[in-house]
């Protein structure tokens, strides 16, 4: 009966090692992120477009054209680019070559989001479906009771 407990206590003491650090791969730690790993981190819109820094980093925009349909979409998101941040708004200018166009609050019944308590904004026009690069300014935009100026817009930046 002894020999079996000691082959009891043998195995649970070998199998702390293998839970522990079995994941691990020859000469990897398990160490803090280095500041080079850190600055290979890189936050990335989740649609895949445009960045636009509200100047603060608290707060990005992100634009994407779509060109088949003459749309462009602006989503109001958090500095890390995670979070979706609704805005009281109900349009959103953008000036372009002496033109200011308004894109609008875009209501999502699947988030809940409303015009007036929103996170997306759209334009429908001719012109963006054959500009695919452009320059300009959008805003100003108030979030969560800061008013940012308008920012610079280069697109695709």
Not at 29 to 50: F, K, W
Not at 68 to 95: H, K, M, N
Request: charged content about 15%.
């Amino acid at each position: 009966m002894k020999p079996a407990v000691n082959h009891l206590w043998l195995s649970g003491f070998l199998a702390v090692p293998l839970a522990t650090g079995g994941c691990s791969r020859p000469g990897q730690t398990s160490q803090a992120p280095t500041e080079a790993s850190a600055a290979a981190h890189q936050d990335q819109p989740p649609h895949g477009g445009t960045v636009i820094d509200l100047g603060t980093d608290a707060y990005h925009l992100e634009m994407l054209r779509d060109a088949e349909s003459g749309t462009l979409t602006v989503w109001v998101l958090d500095g890390e680019l995670e979070e979706f941040i609704r805005v009281a708004q109900p349009d959103l200018a953008l000036q372009v070559k002496g033109q200011t166009y308004e894109l609008q609050a875009v209501p999502n019944s699947a988030t809940g989001e409303t015009v007036g308590n929103t996170s997306q904004f759209e334009l429908h026009a001719d012109w963006i479906k054959s500009t695919p690069a452009f320059k300009g300014q959008i805003g100003p935009l108030t979030i969560r009771g800061t008013r940012y100026a308008p920012a610079v817009v280069n697109f695709p930046g």
